[in-house]
């Protein structure tokens, strides 16, 4: 993916951290002062995030930034 956003002029960094999935990417985006959050969602579990995903909710409940959320769809 990364070679695409080259390939498009679009500045784009790779980061692998570990820990609580919502927690690690806020602190990231924090920490890298991110000027967008883009994630996918499958919107599969619970009743308050069936539309966006346990994950994506917890990330759009605390969010200090834009979201960009691309729903998977079934293949």
Same mark, same amino acid.
């Given at each position: 993916?990364? =070679? $695409?956003? +080259?390939? &498009? ?24 002062? =991110? $000027?967008? +959050?883009? &994630? ?36």
């Amino acid at each position: 993916v990364q =070679a $695409d956003f +080259i390939e &498009m002029d679009i500045v784009s960094k790779i980061i692998v951290v570990h820990g609580p999935v919502v927690g690690s990417i806020l602190d990231v985006a924090q920490k890298e002062n =991110a $000027d967008l +959050i883009a &994630m996918a969602s499958h919107g599969r579990t619970g009743l308050a995030s069936v539309f966006y995903g346990s994950k994506a909710a917890g990330v759009l409940q605390q969010i200090d930034r834009p979201l960009l959320l691309v729903r998977v769809g079934k293949e």
